[in-house]
């Protein structure tokens, strides 16, 4: 008999049905006001806190599910009930990615409980890495880290923009430059303590969409940190900075040479199927909304989804989110199991879950007509949020440029 199953085992579908439950109760029904607000919902936070979703326990177990689908089916629900509350909720486990991508497991078992506090006193994160001239050229990045071998202290300054709770956070995860003559080879990922001095908040962005999840510019000026900040520690910097050397000695004489990680990357590879799984629950969300108004709004003397034109636009969506939801969930499955992703599948399922949750949105606000076009109905909201889906975590064009080297092994640019 074969082991190949796409069914969820038991203790993921209880899982799903309790994370349904609290986006049915808890998230949903406070969507519209904190998009208004425009605010981190720190209530929503609290009672996620109180419950055990918001915790790094939740998403520790979740992510140690060895089918690899814990996260994708956690994703789906809570961005299910709303994608600005969702990525409030999720924002510090997208950090603690870049902290278990590039730390060593004493750096994981310092900082990652304090990325979410505790259920009395709950904490952010944020993982800092673009820059305003260095969103999808990673390697453009002007943040330096200079080490002060006198003080054993690494020394931070630049600016980040776009940081997913930056500024508001307790611990902030920060990819800078260490040898700006490597490009993206030669950066690394840096702990910024609580109360750090240097860090501040720049600009806080009036968005377009997930206006509950709080998106900012950091300012690092002169901050100190410590020399066990730096993710993976000296000793692996070093070594990786001199491959990265001979590397681009290799190149510079003509010769093959081994391929080197950079730190940014290693983050963006692990969370890709992860947000992939975000915009597959805002799709489904807005194609039920749309499914139940088209089967109940009538014009011309029967409901708008007895026609061909309605209908058969519900079933593309059907169609599209489940073939989303697959490719989540076969590089969610990829990763969990150890495999390389040569195809590219991790960018394969962000691209074609983002790009799906931008259409289906869109042609649920043409079924819901005047109605879907008014903040009455949830799904201008939901279009609204899905547009982050073809931008963050690597634009559709730059999941693109990813897939077609992959197939092709070719530079494509
Ligand atoms: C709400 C929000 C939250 C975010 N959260 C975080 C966060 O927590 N941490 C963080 O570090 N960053 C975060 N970001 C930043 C995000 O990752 C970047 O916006 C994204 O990588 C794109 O970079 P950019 O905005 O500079 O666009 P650009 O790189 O300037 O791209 C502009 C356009 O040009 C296209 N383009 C660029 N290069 C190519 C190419 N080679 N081929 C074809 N087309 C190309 C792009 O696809 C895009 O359409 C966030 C952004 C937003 C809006």
Known sequence: MSGFTLAPNEDQIAVRDWLHGFARDVIRPAAAEWDEREETPWPILQEAAKVGIYSLDFFAQQQFDPTGLGIPIAMEELFWGDAGIGLSIVGSALAAVGLVANGTPEQVGTWAPLMFGTPDDVKVAAFCSSEPDAGSDVAAMRTRAVYDEAADEWVLNGTKTWATNGGIAHVHVVV????????????????????????????????????????????????????????????????????????????????????????????????????????????????EVAL?????????????????????????????????????????????????????????????????????????????GGNGFTREYPVERMHRDAAIYTIFEGTSEIQRLVISRAISGLPIR
């Open 176 to 287: 800078a430059s260490v040898d700006p003559a490597l490009g993206a080879k030669g950066q690394a990922s840096f702990i910024v303590p609580p109360g750090t001095p240097g860090l501040s908040q720049g600009q806080k962005f009036k968005k377009h969409g997930i206006r509950a999840s709080h998106t900012a510019e950091v300012v690092l000026d002169n901050v100190r940190v410590p020399g066990d900040c730096l993710l993976g520690g000296k000793e692996k910097l070093d070594e990786r900075l001199a491959r990265a050397r001979e590397r681009a000695a290799a190149i510079a004489r003509g010769e093959k040479a081994e391929q080197v990680k950079n730190a940014a990357m290693a983050t963006f590879e692990a969370s890709r199927p992860a947000v992939g799984a975000q915009a597959v629950g805002v799709a489904r969300a807005a194609y």
């Open 292 to 368: 139940e108004y088209a089967k109940t709004r009538e014009q011309f003397g029967r409901p708008i989804i007895d026609n061909q034109g309605i209908a058969f636009t519900l079933a593309d969506m059907a169609t599209r989110i489940d073939a989303a939801r697959m490719l989540v969930w076969r590089a969610s499955w990829m990763a969990a199991s150890g495999q390389q992703f040569t195809r590219a599948e991790g960018s394969m399922s962000k691209l074609y879950a983002g790009e799906t949750a931008k259409w289906v949105t869109g042609q649920a606000i043409q079924i819901l």
